[in-house]
C-alpha cells in the first residue's frame, strides 16, 4: 500500500491519495486554524475501524446468503483528555433489517472483531511508529 499526502490550502487541509488515484481531504481543529474543510485524522481512525468491521461483517452476511436490506453503523469515540488525546473508546452501534438473527450478526460481529479485522487488530496491539525524512 502506498499513500501520498499532499497540502492544499494553508495552513492545514491535505489531500490523502490512494494508488487508485482516489482522495480524501483531512483538516485541523478549528481551534488551531482549521477550517473543517476535511475529516480529522482521528475521525478517519475512528471511521476506518467501522469501514474496515463493516466490509468484513458485510462479507460474512453475503457468505451465508443473507439479502441484508439496511445496514448501518454509528460511531461513538471519546478521548483522554490530555496530550496525545488518543482514544479512550470508540463504541460502534450497529444496525440493520430483520433479515439476519440478531444472535448472529452478534456473533459476526464478534468474530470480526476479534480475528479478521485489520484496523481492530491495530487498535488493540501497540503500533510501532517509525519515520523517514527526504528532502524534494
Known sequence: MKLELHRVEVPFVMELRN?????????ANPAIG??????????????????????DVLNIVKKQRIDL????VRIEAARVDATPASFEHIH??????????PQKMNRN????????????ACLKEEIRITYALEIK
Open 109 to 120: 460481529i464478534e468474530l470480526t472483531l476479534e480475528k479478521y479485522c485489520s484496523v481492530s
Open 19 to 27: 494508488q487508485q488515484g482516489n482522495i480524501c481531504y483531512m483538516d
Open 69 to 72: 436490506k439496511h445496514y448501518h
Open 92 to 101: 460502534l452501534v450497529f444496525e440493520f433489517d430483520d433479515s439476519i438473527d
Open 34 to 55: 482549521g477550517g473543517n474543510k476535511g475529516f480529522r485524522p482521528m475521525e478517519l481512525l475512528a471511521g476506518s475501524l467501522a469501514g474496515c468491521v463493516s466490509i
